[in-house]
């Protein structure tokens, strides 16, 4: 990895040790989350703070960092493995998944998946490119030196893809909703996890179907909003610790009536 003048050790190149349990191979800029929930949930578990695992749609907001070049072809097919992992706040490389422009591109991590994406919110997990590289998508991504936010959570994004049916949103961050849909699909959004949690969901691609998004807690019986294949539209709600309150929707049609709301991934589609 060229630091460019990054020194190790220094204070925007900063490391901790980590274990990893997984199966596949860690690469240099590989995302990492703690493995928060591992051992018995009713005692404390000081691995909690030192074993990760992949991103996924439930540990966005117990984002660790990025695998260190030191820790590149480490495997955990033999059992666990140990390496370093570059903390949040470093200047660093890591794996992204979107073309980038030095001083301009944002990019933050993405559910179930190690590299960075489009832009989510500011925080733990994103971070702004200072190198530019062409051409990296997510068939090809690539290495990006970025450097990385400190400060809360950025609750990670996540891409949507699907032939229709349930949807499983991710109750964190940004979801993008960017693929041909050959039916109509719901989602539930679960309820936040504090006072001030902000949600976005934004249409990024030509769907052809319209998406449900059912608010499990909403503050008024109107709590579902349908996204109808304009690019752009997008809807930011913000949960008060006891509902979602919508504080902004462009474009987005919100319902007049309430359906029945079904649970994430049962099979059963609310009565829209």
Known sequence: METHGVQFNNSLYKLVR???EGTETLKEGYAMCYDVTRGTVTA???????????PSLTNMNNFAGWVAESGEGKSGANGPVHFDLVLPGSVCNVWAAVPAVIDATRMTVCAGQWYMYHAGFAGKGSGKAV???????????????MFTDEGPMSGGVQTLVSVGGNLEIMHSGVTYLET?????A????????FPGQLKLIQNRGAITNDVHVIYTTYCDADNWVTFNGVAGDAQLTIWTGVCWC?????????A???PVISPVLSGDNPQV
């Open 180 to 184: 041909t849909l050959a039916g109509d």
């Open 256 to 258: 007049s009536t309430s």
């Open 131 to 145: 190198e530019t590289v062409a051409g990296l998508t997510q068939a090809v991504p690539g290495l990006v030196q």
């Open 186 to 193: 719901w989602g539930d959004v679960p309820d936040g996890l």
């Open 18 to 20: 980590a274990r990893y």
């Open 44 to 54: 404390p578990d000081g691995e909690r703070a030192f074993v990760v695992e992949k």
């Open 246 to 254: 919508p504080m902004c929707t462009e474009g987005a049609d919100e």
